[in-house]
């Protein structure tokens, strides 16, 4: 298999070269190119095609939200994670609504950085918890249910909403396939089936999803 090859943007120098170094080390992982700019880091996917863009949301002139909106809808092959600081709400909201496949505090721990490269550069998504405690929050009191949520949810299988269910609890595929018993490649025809019956596009939707709908 080829490895995964990330672009890592961010203003501060330093942030990039930690990064870098992380993720270097990394099996089945290269680091392609870098960026300090959103203007930049869309030029940079255009020309290196990244499976995975690591995007900071502060930046002088694009923001990384912007930069993300614009990469998700002319180069979709290339997922995004955004890195915050801070769990703020515009940003992880903004993000989402831009397309990011995920979103991480800046102080993740190396391990699960690498993971998070890992999972989005597989096709799912990955969210801080903290942050997906705020999306959920949001969500739940800014949209009331609706009758399409209920018949979406009436129309999952029992096995398709056990694995909702363990989407929701933030379980990855791998731990989902140990606790019922299912070969990974099993979870992730379930996982698809999903999120096509609930017409979302990745998990942190299918979250939100399951949380409108008071499944979880």
Same mark, same amino acid.
């Given at each position: 298999?080829?490895?995964?090859?990330?672009l890592?943007?961010?203003?501060?120098?330093?942030?990039?070269?930690? *990064? %870098?170094?992380?993720l270097?080390?990394?099996?089945?992982?290269?680091?392609?190119?870098? +960026?300090?700019?959103?203007?930049?880091?869309?030029?940079?996917?255009r020309?290196?095609?990244?499976? #995975? #863009?690591? *995007?900071?949301?502060? *930046?002088?002139?694009? /923001?990384?939200? $912007?930069a993300?909106? #614009? &990469?998700?809808?002319?180069?979709?092959? =290339?997922?995004?994670?955004?890195?915050?600081?801070?769990?703020?709400?515009?940003?992880?909201?903004?993000?989402l609504? +831009?397309? +990011?496949?995920?979103?991480?505090?800046? /102080?993740?721990?190396? +391990?699960?950085?690498?993971?998070?490269?890992?999972?989005?550069? /597989?096709?799912?998504?990955?969210?801080?918890?903290?942050?997906?405690?705020?999306?959920?929050?949001?969500h739940? =009191?800014? *949209?009331?249910?609706?009758?399409? /949520?209920?018949?979406?949810?009436?129309?999952?299988?029992?096995?398709?909403?056990?694995?909702?269910?363990?989407?929701?609890?933030?379980? %990855?595929?791998?731990?989902?396939?140990?606790?019922l018993?299912? =070969? $990974?490649?099993?979870?992730?025809?379930?996982?698809?089936?999903?999120?096509?019956?609930?017409? #979302?596009?990745?998990?942190? !939707?299918?979250? &939100? !999803?399951?949380?409108?709908?008071?499944?979880?």
């Open positions: 298999m080829s490895d995964i090859t990330i890592l943007v961010d203003d501060q120098a330093l942030m990039r070269m930690g *990064m %870098s170094m992380v270097g080390q990394a099996d089945g992982m290269r680091v392609v190119g870098e +960026a300090a700019s959103g203007e930049s880091a869309i030029e940079r996917v020309a290196l095609k990244p499976d #995975v #863009v690591l *995007m900071d949301v502060r *930046m002088p002139g694009m /923001d990384g939200i $912007e993300t909106r #614009v &990469i998700a809808r002319d180069h979709p092959a =290339s997922s995004v994670i955004i890195l915050t600081t801070f769990d703020l709400d515009e940003y992880a909201l903004g993000g609504n +831009a397309g +990011a496949s995920g979103f991480l505090i800046k /102080d993740t721990p190396a +391990a699960e950085l690498v993971q998070a490269v890992r999972t989005v550069a /597989d096709g799912d998504a990955i969210v801080s918890p903290r942050i997906t405690r705020r999306l959920l929050e949001i739940r =009191s800014a *949209m009331a249910p609706t009758d399409a /949520d209920s018949n979406a949810h009436a129309s999952l299988t029992d096995r398709e909403r056990d694995v909702l269910l363990g989407i929701a609890r933030g379980l %990855s595929n791998t731990e989902i396939a140990a606790e018993f299912l =070969s $990974e490649s099993t979870v992730k025809t379930y996982v698809g089936r999903v999120l096509a019956k609930l017409g #979302v596009r990745d998990r942190v !939707h299918a979250v &939100i !999803h399951a949380y409108q709908s008071g499944l979880v």
